[in-house]
């Protein structure tokens, strides 16, 4: 891993897309949304950003154009490698209506099989359910779930991000029962979450441990140290008494995530000192 040549590439190829637009998102090293409704063409934009970037950094890059970022991130996965698909403003009802639901931006796998049971294959088969009907089955995701399905999505291309947050996750083939079974893997979640947050020069007050059971119910447990977390913090000492004090050893693991919250900037001076927040999620 190179990762000093990555951030610098990226870089490059960034300061191409603000050539000709200052609404750039960066999701990734390698992925942002661009926001270019004031040019004529957004696709002969796209066209244009795809040979400069092969030109200047000679490497591929693949483009999605849409009417919204929903739509534009589906797009832009269409024709890997240097691929570049539109959906124009009249395709998209039927284009969404053909589209299996687990190509919609935000369906995992998990959530594309229990669509699956209730009969939901196609955007053309959610749509037929209600907004109401899907916040009861989905929780908030069924509001956005909803406004997929008719190719709505209102979030504005965000040019200034902050970073809330740094994490890491690991799905188990077998499920983990015994505390030394997990132990051992948040060992390596540890080890894993000091690399992602020296990458990312991010510091936080909050760590946060993840859990996932055998029938897909989900917790989570967080503790605040009173100090800064970075790569140099013993994160896995917290990380196993999160996980002691959780009550989880004894019972069907499938997942444990860990990350790193609340960076110096967004907590109030008298939230610096100890506290503890404990937080159930279905």
Known sequence: ARFDVYKAVSQQIRDIFREYTELVEPLSLDEAFLDVTHERSATLVAREIKARIRRQ????????????????????DYRKPDGLFTIAPSEVEAFVAA???????????????????????????????????????FGKAGHAYYGYARGVDEREVEPHRVRKSVGCESTFESDRVTLDEMSEELYALSARLCRRLERAAFRGHTLTLKVKFADFRQITRSLSPGEELSASSGLFPLAE??????????????LLGLSVSNPAQDLPPEQHELYRQLRLEF
Do not use: C, Y
């Not at 008494?241 to 499938?254: T, Y």
């Open 241 to 254: 008494r999160l996980l002691r004090e959780s009550g989880v050893p004894g019972r069907p693991v499938r």
């Open 99 to 137: 589209l299996p639901v687990e190509r919609f931006f935000g369906i995992g796998a998990v959530t594309a099989e229990r669509m699956h049971r209730m009969g939901i294959h196609t955007g053309a088969d959610l749509r037929q359910w209600d907004e109401a009907a899907l916040v009861q089955r």
């Open 57 to 76: 950094t000679e490497l591929t890059a693949s483009a999605g154009v849409s009417v919204n970022k929903m739509l534009a991130k589906i797009a832009s």
